[in-house]
């Protein structure tokens, strides 16, 4: 199984970008994703959420402005940031829990990572 994050790219202060994860492999059912991002000398973050049933949730500084949604028939999960601001200039990163053919064994992967460049 592999994750693929893509949609990243140099944007103004106040544009959009669409990120999208799809797994692809032996995949029965995928459960939470999560995106997460990482800025130079920082930390990794948890930036939103999204479960199997479709709740979300997000970290305050994505909140109001970033939407998490998911496609089942696709094994995708979006992450649409509206409103972007320099301050969210990272790598961007998705996890999954995976519930894997043939044996119905669960594991998280990770994406590769997509850099999103929020400036003027």
């Known amino acids: 199984v592999q994750l693929q994050a893509s949609g990243g790219g140099l944007v103004q202060p106040g544009g959009s970008l669409r990120l999208s994860c799809a797994a692809i492999?032996?995949?029965?059912?995928?459960?939470?994703v999560d995106w997460y991002r990482q800025a130079p000398g920082k930390q990794r973050e948890l930036v939103a959420s999204?479960?199997?049933?479709?709740?979300?949730n997000y970290a305050v500084s994505a909140k109001g402005r970033f939407t998490i949604s998911r496609d089942n028939t696709k094994n995708t999960v979006f992450l649409q940031m509206d409103s972007l601001k320099p301050e969210d200039t990272a790598v961007y990163y998705c996890?999954?829990?995976?519930?894997?053919?043939?044996?119905?064994?669960?594991?998280?992967?990770w994406g590769q990572g997509t850099q999103v460049t929020v400036s003027s």
């Open positions: 999204i479960t199997s049933g479709g709740s979300t």
């Open positions: 492999g032996s995949i029965f059912s995928i459960n939470a």
């Open positions: 996890s999954a829990q995976v519930v894997t053919r043939p044996n119905y064994n669960m594991y998280q992967y």
